[in-house]
């Protein structure tokens, strides 16, 4: 590695320049002190409220502050979108720490041995989870849930069931399923999923069939793809660079999931 003084750190890189309010400039930059500018206002309204806790404020800080150096060196814009996608993670794995008191209640697979374990981190909880390793470690799961095993795929279901993604999940819904639903209607063979008797159902029938049927399962295919995203990127296996909207649109997603999850004080959860 080379050693650069101050300054040198301090310099712009100069693709960042190249974005501005009207989107990338292939005839013009701005300057040093404009695109510095540009950069931190992509992310300077996204304060969490005060109703999140401060391990996770200060998580998603550091994640803006990232942001913000990327106007110094254009790689961390990526470096911060890779690492926003993965913090759902550590957020919903503090949500389900907070929501149970810091009390777990664990059901041991086969003996239907019941436990509850203090936690005040998640973290502490994974390696009990789980199906029973040939060393008789592990073998515990949610109870309620047979297939909790510790995963992201088991808080992503956690936080569904539970009601703590409700709110997000409703939002994202309310603005999409009219697009969501016409994408239905135009399929076509085994990926059709609308029912053939759609036709001669009438608008409530076929509300009821939207809300218990057509919803659940766009649920649970949207936090699969969340699964599977953050799969990815923790097994990136090439270098990925990212523009600084992109950067500021995943942490304002992430934001978004955050904010729902601890609505302030005076919001409905």
């Given at each position: 590695m080379n050693r650069k003084t101050i300054a040198e750190l301090m310099q712009v890189d100069s693709?960042?320049?190249?974005?501005?309010?009207?989107?990338?400039?292939t005839d013009r930059r701005l300057t040093d002190e404009s695109a510095v500018s540009f950069i931190q206002g992509l992310v300077e309204g996204l304060d969490l409220p005060s109703s999140v806790p401060e391990e996770v404020r200060g998580h998603f800080d550091t994640l803006r502050h990232l942001h913000t150096y990327g106007a110094f060196s254009y790689d961390l814009f990526g470096m911060c979108a890779s690492a926003a996608d993965m913090t759902i993670e550590f957020v919903l794995g503090v949500r389900f720490v907070e929501w149970h008191s810091g009390r777990v209640p664990l059901v041991e697979h086969g003996t239907g041995k019941q436990?509850?374990?203090?936690v005040d981190d998640y973290a502490q909880l994974v390696p009990r989870l789980g199906r029973r390793r040939p060393d008789?470690?592990?073998?515990?799961?949610?109870?309620?849930?047979?297939?909790?095993?510790?995963?992201?795929?088991?808080?992503?279901?956690?936080g569904r069931t539970s009601g703590v993604l409700s709110g997000w999940l409703g939002t994202i819904w309310s603005q999409a399923y009219r697009n969501i639903l016409s994408t239905e209607l135009t399929q076509s063979g085994s990926r059709r999923r609308i029912p053939?008797?759609?036709?001669?159902?009438?608008s409530d029938e076929r509300t009821h069939w939207i809300e218990t049927s057509l919803r659940p399962d766009?649920?649970?295919?949207?936090?699969?793809?969340?699964?599977?995203l953050r799969?990815?990127?923790?097994?990136r296996t090439s270098h990925f660079i990212t523009y600084p909207p992109d950067s500021a649109r995943t942490l304002r997603w992430l934001a978004e999931v955050i904010t729902a999850m601890w609505p302030p004080a005076d919001e409905p959860g």
């Open positions: 693709r960042t320049g190249l974005f501005g309010p009207e989107g990338l400039m436990e509850t374990v203090p008789g470690t592990g073998g515990w799961h949610l109870k309620g849930d047979s297939h909790f095993d510790g995963s992201l795929a088991s808080l992503l279901r956690w053939a008797e759609w036709e001669t159902w009438t766009w649920e649970q295919e949207y936090l699969d793809n969340i699964r599977q799969n990815v990127t923790a097994h």
